[in-house]
Each structure stands twice: as C-alpha cells, then as structure tokens.
C-alpha cells in the first residue's frame, strides 16, 4: 500500500481514539478528524463514508492483523519455547505503541478488545486443532486475556524487559 495512504489513515486512526477519550462515536465530528489529521474532508472521504464506517474499517483492520498473527501461533512451541511468541508480540507493541497509548484511553477500548481477544482465541484454536470446551481452550482464552490486560496496562514504551518476563513466564505457566 502507498506509503501516503497508510499515513493519512494512521492520522485519521491517531484523531479519531484521541477525541474517543471523552466522548462517544457519535459526538465525534468530520471536521475535527480532518482538522486533527492534516486532511481536508475530502481526504477523508475518499477513504470512508462516515465516521461509522472509519471505525469499522479499522476494526477490521486490526481483526485481520491480530487473525494473520494468531494463524501463526503455534501452541505446542508456545509452551516450549515462549520467547519466540513473547518476542514477536512485543515488537508489535512497541511497532504501534503510540497507536496502544490513545487507544487505551478511548472509549472504543473495551468493545474493540472484547472482539479482537475472540478472534485471537477463535484464531489459535482453530488452526491448533482445540475444541471449545476443552482445557487447551480455556488455556489458550487466559493466555489472550492475560496478554491483553499486560499490554493493555503496562507502560510499553519504558517496561520491555519487564513485559517480555511476564508474557513468558504467563504462556509456560499455562
């Protein structure tokens, strides 16, 4: 993808969660994303519909990074070695650590969350051949959910080292 259009869509990404810290999705305005974002409206435009329809592609977005991720996960090697796992999600974080911070704090957070740690589990299970109902399931639901609540609150720019050792000692415990 053109370097210019992953650019402005991140500023528009950046815009959009800073103004969903204090308000909801329906008080957020065009104008103040564009405004935000260094864009003129029909920047915007070209790329969305509406705020709505901003969101859901960026939602979808980050479903189909988390599901091409979780497709490579493999449970078996998780447990063995989790350092590999730990170091891949990791460069991640700190790759889109600015995106994480405001992300946190908008009131997307939680619903946004709640559909991505699905698809991760759904995602992982999948393609390790774990049933629902089983314990491997419910192992690998706590190893999404523990892993999204350390990123979720830690300081990922300044705790590295300290995420890598929870993350690792969180996936061979489990």
Do not use: W
Request: hydrophobic share 45%.
């Amino acid at each position: 993808m053109d370097k210019r259009i992953v650019r402005t869509r991140r500023a528009i990404l950046v815009s959009v969660l800073e103004q969903t810290k204090d308000k909801d999705l329906d008080e957020v305005r065009v104008v103040k994303v564009c405004n935000d974002a260094g864009i003129n409206k029909s920047t915007f435009y070209l790329h969305y519909k509406s705020i709505e329809d901003c969101v859901k592609a960026i939602v979808e977005n980050l479903e189909a990074s988390v599901a091409e991720y979780a497709a490579t996960v493999n449970i078996q090697q998780a447990h063995v070695n989790p350092s590999i796992v730990v170091n891949d999600i990791i460069n991640v974080i700190i790759a889109n650590a600015d995106i994480i911070e405001k992300y946190k704090g908008s009131r997307l957070a939680i619903p946004v969350t709640e559909k991505l740690q699905k698809s991760a589990i759904t995602t992982i299970c999948t393609n390790n051949n774990i049933q629902p109902g089983t314990v491997d399931y419910a192992r690998v639901s706590l190893i999404v959910y523990a892993v999204t609540g350390l990123v979720l609150n830690a300081d990922l720019k300044n705790n590295k080292d300290i995420l890598f050792t929870a993350l690792s000692d969180m996936i061979r415990k489990n």
